[in-house]
């Protein structure tokens, strides 16, 4: 299996930044795809913030790009999200996910998420 640890969150001031990370770890061949998704408070369901796949292709989720930037280190198995010009609607609990291969054979992709790091935007 893979554990997915977050860290980085915390309460910063409109118009700040802060710097995420996701570290993954545990038996598995090959971590396929990282990403940041976020759950705001009163939503039930996560929206897709970004991913990075293992080529360093990435995807953002509709109205991130520009304002957050994901970035990996495949040798850390660690993924990076910067959060820049933060907003009080950017309060959010940050997951990450990671997909990956259990072994050289597997074909299925299995995933698992981290317990998640809260971000708080406030004056």
């Known amino acids: 299996q893979v554990q997915v640890v977050e860290s980085g969150g915390g309460l910063v001031q409109p118009g700040g930044s802060l710097r995420l990370s996701c570290a993954a770890s545990?038996?598995?061949?090959?971590?396929?795809?990282m990403g940041w998704y976020r759950q705001a408070p009163g939503e039930e369901e996560r929206e897709l913030v970004a991913?990075?796949?293992?080529?360093?292709?990435?995807t953002y989720g509709e109205s991130f790009e520009g304002r957050f930037t994901i970035s990996g280190d495949n040798a850390k198995n660690t993924i990076y999200l910067q959060l820049n010009s933060l907003k009080p609607e950017d309060t959010a609990v940050y997951y990450c996910?990671?997909?990956?291969?259990?072994?050289?054979?597997?074909?299925?992709?299995?995933?698992?998420w981290g317990r998640g790091t809260q971000v708080a935007v406030s004056s």
């Open positions: 996910n990671a997909e990956f291969l259990q072994t050289a054979v597997t074909i299925m992709r299995q995933s698992s």
């Open positions: 545990g038996n598995f061949f090959r971590i396929n795809v």
């Open positions: 991913m990075i796949y293992d080529s360093g292709r990435t």
